[in-house]
């Protein structure tokens, strides 16, 4: 029996590119800095005339610039020209240990590898192995559906979360680094920091597995989706689709049951949970602020959220718990614009335009992460982020979908 398959993350036959100096090969994922269009002109700059990921990938910055459907035929066939033009290396049946180095000197240590999407459910009160750690909008799938129906690769830029407070799966990896194959070394673009790839063939990752099957056994589920909720789910409305007409065989190894994603062990010192800012864009942030006040008004107050826009800052009282609920639902009821953003400077950056209000929310004890899904589902959209924008994953590996 396969070892992998009680635990749904197996090995993959992964892609890397066989040029030297990936360094323009790899860029941040698509839902990073979606509302300062000039970073992704940056990658751009820097990228231009190379063998990118950027080619391959569609920033959300971009998403309501133009034709969409063009732009994911463009995608999807510069994708087959990577794959006719022999631009990869084929790792078969293998993990990627990674080590991630920040501009500020902490590590993150990851195994990139293919979870079963039979295993993973996205539904608020899931009992799946993995699950998702924020609601779904599923007004926000269709986009990702388009991009991935039709596409030959997929780019993980999606993060799965273990509670393995021993640190039992990834530091034996980490100890034993030396033994393994350096797949890549290299400075990622845009203060990005630093990070190195090293190939685990199955037959040496058998301690990744007896060390997830532990864990599972002792918990009541295995991984909690820290980044990427919404383009996992998007992988999983396709399975969906596409398994109702297989055969037997087809079902047990049709690549689109599988999706590549890294796991991360919650309790790394590096890992941080950092807030999810709002701006509000287009508004009079003082009828705004007066609104949300009046919304909550008869509430007993307890906890406060910081307000900033051109003509100065505050401070709006919220009951304890959840402000960020409260803060959205009213948000959302009164059809105001907002962005999601990362990072208190760009927040307060952006707040300076005229019209923007930005809502700088508290963080999330990243402790509480797997006992609140394991008692109330899901958490509200957007509740937090793992590190900051530059922090965020960056397209590497590749697997074929077709």
Same mark, same amino acid.
């Given at each position: ?34 509302? =300062?269009?000039?970073?992704? =002109? ?14 391959? #990938?569609?920033? $959300? ?18 994708? =087959? ?36 999407? $039979? ?55 980490? $100890? ?123 509430? $007993? ?39 999601? #953003? ?61």
């Amino acid at each position: 029996m396969d070892e992998f398959a009680n635990i749904g993350f197996m090995p993959a036959d992964i892609l890397l590119p066989k040029m030297g100096d990936i360094t323009k090969w790899s860029v941040v994922a698509c839902d990073q800095y979606t509302s =300062q269009p000039e970073y992704w =002109q940056e990658v751009a700059r820097i990228t231009d005339g190379e063998i990118s990921t950027l080619d391959i #990938i569609f920033p $959300e910055v971009y998403l309501e610039n133009g034709d969409e459907k063009a732009t994911i035929e463009k995608i999807n066939s510069k994708m =087959q020209e990577y794959i006719n033009n022999d631009i990869f290396q084929k790792h078969e049946d293998s993990f990627v240990y990674v080590e991630r180095t920040f501009p500020n000197g902490k590590k993150r240590c990851g195994i990139v590898g293919a979870i079963d999407l $039979e295993s993973y459910d996205y539904s608020d009160n899931a009992k799946s192995a993995i699950r998702a750690t924020e609601k779904t909008v599923v007004e926000r799938l269709p986009a990702r559906v388009d991009i991935r129906c039709n596409a030959p690769l997929e780019l993980p830029h999606v993060m799965l979360l273990v509670d393995d407070p021993a640190d039992s799966v990834i530091a034996p990896l980490r $100890e034993n680094s030396e033994k393994y194959e350096l797949l890549y070394d290299f400075e990622l673009m845009q203060n990005g920091g630093h990070i190195k790839g090293y190939l685990i063939p199955r037959e040496q990752a058998g301690g990744i597995a007896d060390a997830l099957d532990a864990i599972q056994n002792d918990n009541e589920f295995l991984f909690a989706v820290g980044d990427g909720n919404h383009s996992l789910a998007a992988a999983k409305n396709i399975w969906e689709s596409a398994k109702k007409n297989l055969s037997e065989l087809e079902f047990e190894t049709h690549p689109a049951r599988f999706a590549l994603v890294e796991v991360c062990n919650i309790h790394e010192d590096s890992l941080e949970f950092e807030p999810i800012h709002r701006i509000v864009f287009d508004c009079e942030p003082q009828e705004v602020i007066d609104g949300l006040k009046k919304y909550l008004a008869g509430k $007993e107050k307890a906890q406060k959220i910081s307000f900033v826009h051109a003509g100065g800052e505050g401070e709006i009282e919220f009951p304890s718990g959840y402000p960020l609920a409260l803060l959205q639902n009213y948000l959302d009821d009164n059809d105001h614009k907002i962005d999601y #953003i990362h990072g208190d400077d760009v927040a307060r950056e952006l707040a300076k335009k005229s019209n923007h209000l930005a809502f700088l929310l508290p963080p999330m004890s990243k402790d509480q992460l797997f006992s609140d899904v394991a008692t109330s589902g899901a958490l509200l959209r957007k509740t937090f982020s793992i590190g900051e924008a530059h922090e965020k994953r960056f397209y590497l590996e590749c697997r074929k979908i077709k």
